[in-house]
C-alpha cells in the first residue's frame, strides 16, 4: 500500500503495519491449538496428572480470556507500539520459558503468562489495523489478511504442532514463537504509536472487576471438563462472574469517570450485534476444531502428523474465504456475509455430524473441512468492521478488546457445552450396546451437530447487523472522516 500519514507521525508504512498484524495475530491464535496434539509427550516427560494436563490448555484459556478488556484498553492508553512491544516481550519470554520447563508447575506457568501476552497483543493488533489504514478497500484488505491470519493460525496449530511433536520435540510448539516475536519486534517501529496526548487514567476498580468477573466465568467453564455443570465449585464460579460482572456493569454505568468499556457503545446495533454474533460463531468453531481433531486421532488413528497435515483443508479454506470476504464486504455490508457465512459453515458441520468409525479422509473429511472453513472463514471481516470501524479512534482498544473477549468466552462456552453432549450421548450409546469406538463416534457427531445448531443461532442473530458498509470512523471532532479509494495493498 502506498504510504501516507500526517505531519505530526510522518508517513505510514503499510506493508510493514501489515506484515506486524499478520505474524502477530497468527501466533496468538497458533498457541490457542498448537499444543493438543503435544499434550501426551509433554505428559510422559514432565510428569503430568491427567487432570494436570489440562491446565496446559485452560492456563492460557483462562487468562487470555480474563485480561482481554483490560489489554485493549491499555492500547487506547499508552500508545499501540509500546503496548505491541510490551506484549511481544512478555509473549516471547514466556514462550522461552514453556519450551525451557523441567516440571508440570514450570509450564503451566509459562502458559499463563502467554495467555497474558496474548491478552494484550491480540485487540492491538485489531486496532493498529483498524485506526492505520484508511477506512473503504485498504482496510478491508488489511482487516482481510488480519482474518485470514487468524483463522489460518487456529486451524494451522494442529498441523504444526503435530508435525514438530512427530518429528522434532514437543519443546518447539513453544520454541518456535521466539524467532516470530524477533520479527515481529523489528518491524514494530513502523506501527503508529497512536498515544494520546493527554494520557488519560485508567479505570482501576472497573479493571479489576471486569478482569476478575471474565477470569472466574471462564475458569467456571473450563472446570466442567473435570466438574458437572451442577457441583458446588462450577456454580461458584459462575455464581461469583454474574456477581462481579453486574458490579462491573453498574460501575461503568454511574460511578467511572473514565470508564475501561464505554457501554454506550452497545447502544450502536453494529457493535452489539457483532459482539452477540462472534460469541456464537466461536462456540462453533471451537467445536469443529476440537471434535474433528479428536476424532482424527481417536477414531481413525492418525498419527500427530498425519493428522495435522489432514486439517490443511480447514487452513486453505479459511484463508480463501477470508481473503475474499474482504472483497466484497464493501458491496455487500456485514449482514450479508455473515448471514451467509453462517450458514454455510453450519451446512458443513452438519455433514461433519455424520461421520462415522469406518470414515476416510476423502469420504468422510475432506468436503466437510472445505464447506465448514469456507462459511466461517467468510465471516471475521465484516464482524471486525462492524465491531470496531465506526467507534471513536481513542476507543478502538476498547471496540477490539470487546469483540476478542466475545470471541475467546464463546469459544470456551461452546466447548464446554459441547463436551458435555458428546460425554452424555457417547455414555448412552455405550449403554445400548455400542462398541466403544461406535459410541467415541456417536458422541463426537453429536457434537458437532451441536456447533451447526449454534452456527444456525448465530446466523439468525446476524440478521441485526447493518445492511450495507458501516460509515467511516469519526473524526475527533465527530465529522466523518473521508473515505479514500485510490489507495492499493
Same mark, same amino acid.
Given at each position: 500500500?502506498?504510504?501516507?500519514?500526517?505531519?505530526?507521525?510522518?508517513?505510514?508504512?503499510?506493508?510493514?503495519?501489515?506484515?506486524?498484524?499478520?505474524?502477530?495475530?497468527?501466533?496468538?491464535?497458533?498457541?490457542?491449538?498448537?499444543?493438543?496434539?503435544?499434550?501426551?509427550?509433554?505428559?510422559?516427560?514432565?510428569?503430568?496428572?491427567?487432570?494436570?494436563?489440562?491446565?496446559?490448555?485452560?492456563?492460557?484459556?483462562?487468562?487470555?480470556?480474563?485480561?482481554?478488556?483490560?489489554?485493549?484498553?491499555?492500547?487506547?492508553?499508552?500508545?499501540?507500539?509500546?503496548?505491541?512491544?510490551?506484549?511481544?516481550?512478555?509473549?516471547?519470554?514466556?514462550?522461552?520459558?514453556?519450551?525451557?520447563?523441567?516440571?508440570?508447575?514450570?509450564?503451566?506457568?509459562?502458559?499463563?503468562?502467554?495467555?497474558?501476552?496474548?491478552?494484550?497483543?491480540?485487540?492491538?493488533?485489531?486496532?493498529?489495523?483498524?485506526?492505520?489504514?484508511?477506512?473503504?478497500?485498504?482496510?478491508?484488505?488489511?482487516?482481510?489478511?488480519?482474518?485470514?491470519?487468524?483463522?489460518?493460525?487456529?486451524?494451522?496449530?494442529?498441523?504444526?504442532?503435530?508435525?514438530?511433536?512427530?518429528?522434532?520435540?514437543?519443546?518447539?510448539?513453544?520454541?518456535?514463537?521466539?524467532?516470530?516475536?524477533?520479527?515481529?519486534?523489528?518491524?514494530?517501529?513502523?506501527?503508529?504509536?497512536?498515544?494520546?496526548?493527554?494520557?488519560?487514567?485508567?479505570?482501576?476498580?472497573?479493571?479489576?472487576? @471486569? /478482569?476478575?468477573?471474565? !477470569? =472466574?466465568?471462564?475458569?467456571?467453564?473450563? $472446570?466442567?471438563?473435570? &466438574?458437572?455443570?451442577?457441583? *458446588? #465449585?462450577?456454580?461458584?464460579?459462575?455464581?461469583?462472574?454474574?456477581?462481579?460482572?453486574?458490579?462491573?456493569?453498574?460501575?461503568?454505568?454511574?460511578?467511572?469517570?473514565?470508564?475501561?468499556?464505554?457501554?454506550?457503545?452497545?447502544?450502536?446495533?453494529?457493535?452489539?450485534?457483532?459482539?452477540?454474533?462472534?460469541?456464537?460463531?466461536?462456540?462453533?468453531?471451537?467445536?469443529?476444531?476440537?471434535?474433528?481433531?479428536?476424532?482424527?486421532?481417536?477414531?481413525?488413528?492418525?498419527?500427530?502428523?498425519?493428522?495435522?497435515?489432514?486439517?490443511?483443508?480447514?487452513?486453505?479454506?479459511?484463508?480463501?474465504?477470508?481473503?475474499?470476504?474482504?472483497?466484497?464486504?464493501?458491496?455487500?455490508?456485514?449482514?450479508?456475509?455473515?448471514?451467509? @457465512? /453462517?450458514?454455510?459453515? !453450519? =451446512?458443513?458441520?452438519?455433514?461433519?455430524? $455424520?461421520?462415522?468409525? &469406518?470414515?476416510?479422509?476423502? *469420504? #468422510?473429511?475432506?468436503?466437510?473441512?472445505?464447506?465448514?472453513?469456507?462459511?466461517?472463514?467468510?465471516?471475521?471481516?465484516?464482524?471486525?468492521?462492524?465491531?470496531?470501524?465506526?467507534?471513536?479512534?481513542?476507543?478502538?482498544?476498547?471496540?477490539?478488546?470487546?469483540?476478542?473477549?466475545?470471541?475467546?468466552?464463546?469459544?470456551?462456552?461452546?466447548?464446554?457445552?459441547?463436551?458435555?453432549?458428546?460425554?452424555?450421548?457417547?455414555?448412552?450409546?455405550?449403554?445400548?450396546?455400542?462398541?466403544?469406538?461406535?459410541?467415541?463416534?456417536?458422541?463426537?457427531?453429536?457434537?458437532?451437530?451441536?456447533?451447526?445448531?449454534?452456527?444456525?443461532?448465530?446466523?439468525?442473530?446476524?440478521?441485526?447487523?447493518?445492511?450495507?458498509?458501516?460509515?467511516?470512523?469519526?473524526?475527533?471532532?465527530?465529522?466523518?472522516?473521508?473515505?479514500?479509494?485510490?489507495?492499493?495493498?
Amino acid at each position: 500500500m502506498r504510504e501516507q500519514g500526517t505531519a505530526a507521525q510522518g508517513p505510514v508504512r503499510y506493508g510493514w503495519v501489515l506484515a506486524v498484524v499478520v505474524a502477530v495475530q497468527f501466533m496468538v491464535t497458533l498457541d490457542a491449538s498448537v499444543v493438543n496434539v503435544a499434550l501426551p509427550a509433554m505428559r510422559s516427560e514432565l510428569g503430568f496428572t491427567e487432570a494436570g494436563l489440562l491446565w496446559v490448555v485452560n492456563a492460557y484459556t483462562l487468562v487470555f480470556g480474563g485480561f482481554l478488556l483490560l489489554g485493549g484498553r491499555i492500547a487506547d492508553l499508552l500508545g499501540r507500539r509500546r503496548v505491541l512491544w510490551s506484549g511481544l516481550a512478555l509473549f516471547g519470554l514466556a514462550s522461552l520459558a514453556g519450551g525451557l520447563a523441567q516440571a508440570p508447575g514450570q509450564l503451566v506457568a509459562a502458559r499463563a503468562a502467554q495467555g497474558l501476552g496474548a491478552a494484550v497483543l491480540a485487540p492491538v493488533a485489531l486496532t493498529i489495523v483498524t485506526t492505520s489504514f484508511p477506512a473503504g478497500p485498504p482496510r478491508a484488505r488489511a482487516l482481510g489478511l488480519w482474518s485470514a491470519a487468524g483463522a489460518a493460525g487456529g486451524a494451522a496449530g494442529v498441523l504444526i504442532g503435530g508435525v514438530l511433536t512427530e518429528y522434532l520435540d514437543w519443546r518447539w510448539v513453544l520454541l518456535i514463537n521466539v524467532p516470530i516475536v524477533v520479527l515481529a519486534a523489528a518491524a514494530g517501529r513502523y506501527v503508529p504509536d497512536g498515544r494520546p496526548e493527554r494520557r488519560p487514567r485508567l479505570d482501576v476498580v472497573g479493571a479489576v472487576l @471486569g /478482569t476478575a468477573g471474565l !477470569a =472466574a466465568l471462564v475458569y467456571g467453564v473450563v $472446570r466442567t471438563g473435570t &466438574d458437572a455443570w451442577t457441583s *458446588g #465449585t462450577t456454580l461458584g464460579c459462575f455464581g461469583a462472574a454474574l456477581v462481579l460482572l453486574a458490579g462491573f456493569v453498574a460501575y461503568e454505568a454511574k460511578g467511572a469517570s473514565q470508564p475501561l468499556v464505554r457501554l454506550g457503545l452497545f447502544t450502536h446495533r453494529a457493535v452489539s450485534g457483532a459482539n452477540l454474533t462472534m460469541l456464537l460463531l466461536a462456540s462453533g468453531q471451537f467445536a469443529s476444531f476440537y471434535f474433528v481433531s479428536l476424532y482424527l486421532q481417536q477414531v481413525l488413528h492418525y498419527g500427530p502428523a498425519v493428522a495435522g497435515v489432514a486439517f490443511l483443508p480447514f487452513c486453505v479454506g479459511f484463508t480463501t474465504s477470508a481473503l475474499l470476504a474482504s472483497r466484497f464486504v464493501a458491496r455487500t455490508g456485514p449482514r450479508v456475509l455473515v448471514a451467509a @457465512g /453462517t450458514l454455510v459453515g !453450519a =451446512a458443513g458441520l452438519l455433514w461433519f455430524s $455424520r461421520i462415522a468409525v &469406518d470414515g476416510t479422509f476423502l *469420504g #468422510t473429511v475432506l468436503g466437510p473441512s472445505l464447506v465448514t472453513s469456507l462459511g466461517i472463514g467468510a465471516c471475521f471481516v465484516p464482524l471486525a468492521g462492524a465491531a470496531t470501524g465506526t467507534v471513536p479512534a481513542e476507543d478502538a482498544g476498547m471496540a477490539s478488546g470487546m469483540l476478542n473477549s466475545a470471541q475467546q468466552v464463546g469459544g470456551s462456552l461452546g466447548l464446554a457445552v459441547t463436551v458435555s453432549v458428546a460425554t452424555s450421548r457417547s455414555a448412552n450409546a455405550a449403554a445400548d450396546g455400542d462398541s466403544p469406538l461406535a459410541a467415541l463416534t456417536s458422541g463426537y457427531g453429536t457434537a458437532l451437530l451441536c456447533g451447526a445448531a449454534l452456527l444456525v443461532a448465530a446466523a439468525l442473530l446476524s440478521l441485526v447487523l447493518p445492511g450495507r458498509r458501516p460509515a467511516a470512523r469519526p473524526t475527533d471532532s465527530g465529522e466523518a472522516a473521508e473515505t479514500p479509494t485510490a489507495q492499493t495493498i
